[in-house]
């Protein structure tokens, strides 16, 4: 939800993501600063820079050397004791270079595989199904809170092997983590909540291992060692924060496009064969997640003076709407032929669980679309937004017949 922040002199030179007017429309601001001043810069939260177009995003997500992962959050947070940290590895592969990031990420893939999420999607359309029979006879539902949200967290807890149970426990925590980061108190006791529960989780596993994700890590070797625990941690987390809230907000996105355009929404009843390019479609156009980087030695890129320790604000959302690569950019066009959207981030750290993501998008829209074919935005509705790191709507009323 959009917090009161000072506002905004300029947006070439003194951005601010928290922004209520940025969160709700950042579209029109990113096609402005692309004309204007492509890479904006901003002294909020120390020294931010902020890329527009698709090519400066890119060659940046590439150029590992100067741009390092050990920073990715958009809001700074001092969550803990610099000195000796809870996780000195943060949450990787996502918080790291290699070559951690190598053996990490190599170690999350075959989770995410098409024939590992294949075998879950049965799962994910029989709890869509679920949900939507709890509301579909009333008329109304808030389809980010009653649906979107509740879907990414029941899969990746059966992923991990942890009590579905716990989901709304776990959605409370991932979304102070991500959307509450500015808020050092509620952040901090949300990380060491998470924390605790995970210690107690990796205790229980070495002492009746199962065949899922932890007890996997657990038992594996690299180089004849056993992985550090603080890196099992910190894998664990990633896994639970970067599967939860950004794949709701698409969800969520999707399910606001869909009720506040009629023809898209219609068309789409109508060629259910067009699901596969309408999510790819509704993933560029609503891209939730926008990464950092922190700036490793003074650089100047394409005449920006970037110093060792600014932050570099991973635009994948703005980069998906630059006109110079997609036709009519800012408008939705659910058959786009020609789609190299980078939603899921560009280079090394690119979303190692895309295809689950994109596996949940798919059949939380065809479920609804097959129960709910019509609905609209519920009149005087008040929908609220979240952004910063993942945009996406967090309160969505809508009604149906
Ligand atoms: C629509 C939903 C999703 C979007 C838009 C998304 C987006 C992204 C982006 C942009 C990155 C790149 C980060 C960077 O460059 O710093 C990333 C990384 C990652 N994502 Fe996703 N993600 C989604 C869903 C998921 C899901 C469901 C999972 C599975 C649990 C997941 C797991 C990861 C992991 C493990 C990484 C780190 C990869 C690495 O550092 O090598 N994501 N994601």
Same mark, same amino acid.
């Given at each position: 939800?959009?917090? +009161? %922040?000072?506002?905004?002199?300029?947006?070439?030179?003194?951005?601010?993501?928290?922004?209520?007017?940025?969160?709700?429309?950042?579209? %029109?601001?990113?096609?402005?600063?692309?004309?204007?001043?492509?890479?904006?810069?901003?002294?909020? +939260?120390?020294?931010?820079?902020?890329?527009?177009?698709?090519?400066?995003? %890119?060659?940046?997500?590439?150029?590992?050397?100067?741009?390092?992962?050990?920073?990715? !959050?958009?809001?700074?947070?001092?969550?803990?004791?610099?000195?000796?940290?809870?996780?000195?590895?943060?949450?990787?592969?996502?918080?790291?270079?290699?070559?951690?990031?190598?053996?990490?990420?190599?170690?999350?893939?075959?989770?995410?595989?098409?024939?590992?999420?294949?075998?879950?999607?049965?799962?994910? +359309? !029989?709890?869509?199904?679920?949900?939507?029979?709890?509301?579909?006879?009333?008329?109304?539902?808030?389809?980010?809170?009653?649906?979107?949200?509740?879907?990414?967290?029941?899969?990746?807890?059966?992923?991990?092997?942890?009590?579905?149970?716990?989901?709304?426990?776990? %959605?409370?925590?991932?979304?102070?983590?991500?959307?509450?980061?500015?808020? +050092?108190?509620?952040?901090?006791?949300?990380?060491?909540?998470?924390?605790?529960?995970?210690?107690?989780?990796?205790?229980?596993?070495?002492?009746?291992? !199962?065949?899922?994700?932890?007890?996997?890590?657990?038992?594996?070797?690299?180089?004849?060692?056993?992985?550090?625990?603080?890196?099992?941690?910190?894998?664990?987390?990633?896994?639970?924060?970067?599967?939860?809230?950004?794949?709701?907000?698409?969800?969520?996105?999707?399910?606001?496009?869909?009720?506040?355009?009629?023809?898209?929404?219609?068309?789409?009843?109508?060629?259910?064969?067009?699901?596969?390019?309408?999510?790819?479609?509704?993933?560029?156009?609503?891209?939730?997640?926008?990464?950092?980087?922190?700036?490793?030695?003074?650089?100047?890129?394409? !005449?920006?003076?970037?110093?060792?320790?600014?932050?570099?604000?991973?635009?994948?959302?703005?980069?998906?709407?630059?006109?110079?690569?997609?036709?009519?950019?800012?408008?939705?066009?659910?058959?786009?032929?020609?789609?190299?959207?980078?939603?899921?981030?560009?280079?090394?750290?690119?979303?190692?669980?895309?295809?689950?993501?994109?596996?949940?998008?798919?059949?939380?829209?065809?479920?609804?679309?097959?129960?709910?074919?019509?609905?609209?935005?519920?009149?005087?509705?008040?929908?609220?937004?979240?952004?910063?790191?993942?945009?996406?709507?967090?309160?969505?009323?809508?009604?149906?017949?």
């Amino acid at each position: 939800m959009a917090r +009161r %922040t000072a506002p905004v002199r300029d947006w070439s030179e003194d951005f601010d993501v928290l922004d209520a007017g940025y969160i709700e429309d950042p579209f %029109t601001i990113w096609d402005e600063l692309r004309q204007t001043c492509p890479i904006a810069h901003s002294n909020r +939260r120390g020294s931010n820079w902020l890329p527009t177009r698709y090519e400066d995003v %890119t060659a940046m997500a590439h150029d590992i050397e100067h741009f390092s992962s050990v920073e990715v !959050g958009v809001i700074p947070v001092a969550v803990d004791d610099p000195e000796e940290p809870l996780l000195p590895y943060g949450l990787p592969p996502i918080s790291v270079d290699p070559p951690i990031h190598t053996w990490t990420r190599r170690l999350l893939l075959p989770w995410f595989s098409h024939r590992r999420v294949e075998s879950y999607e049965a799962m994910t +359309r !029989g709890l869509c199904s679920q949900l939507i029979e709890s509301f579909a006879d009333s008329g109304h539902a808030d389809a980010a809170e009653n649906y979107a949200q509740q879907i990414p967290v029941r899969v990746i807890a059966q992923i991990l092997g942890v009590s579905a149970d716990l989901s709304d426990t776990f %959605t409370g925590w991932v979304r102070d983590v991500l959307e509450f980061a500015d808020d +050092r108190e509620r952040n901090f006791s949300a990380v060491e909540a998470l924390f605790n529960y995970f210690v107690a989780e990796i205790a229980h596993r070495r002492q009746n291992p !199962g065949s899922d994700l932890l007890s996997e890590l657990l038992q594996t070797e690299v180089e004849g060692a056993e992985i550090e625990e603080s890196v099992v941690l910190g894998m664990a987390a990633l896994v639970l924060i970067a599967g939860v809230d950004t794949t709701w907000s698409a969800i969520g996105s999707s399910l606001w496009h869909l009720a506040t355009h009629e023809d898209d929404r219609k068309r789409l009843v109508a060629e259910p064969e067009l699901m596969p390019l309408a999510v790819e479609e509704l993933l560029r156009a609503y891209s939730p997640v926008t990464m950092a980087r922190l700036v490793t030695s003074d650089i100047e890129f394409k !005449g920006c003076p970037m110093k060792a320790g600014d932050k570099l604000l991973m635009n994948f959302p703005a980069a998906n709407r630059d006109p110079a690569v997609f036709e009519d950019a800012d408008k939705v066009v659910l058959d786009r032929q020609h789609n190299r959207h980078v939603a899921f981030g560009s280079g090394i750290h690119r979303c190692a669980g895309s295809n689950l993501a994109r596996m949940e998008l798919r059949v939380a829209l065809e479920e609804w679309l097959k129960r709910i074919p019509e609905f609209r935005l519920a009149e005087g509705a008040e929908l609220t937004w979240a952004g910063g790191q993942v945009r996406g709507p967090r309160v969505l009323p809508v009604v149906f017949p």
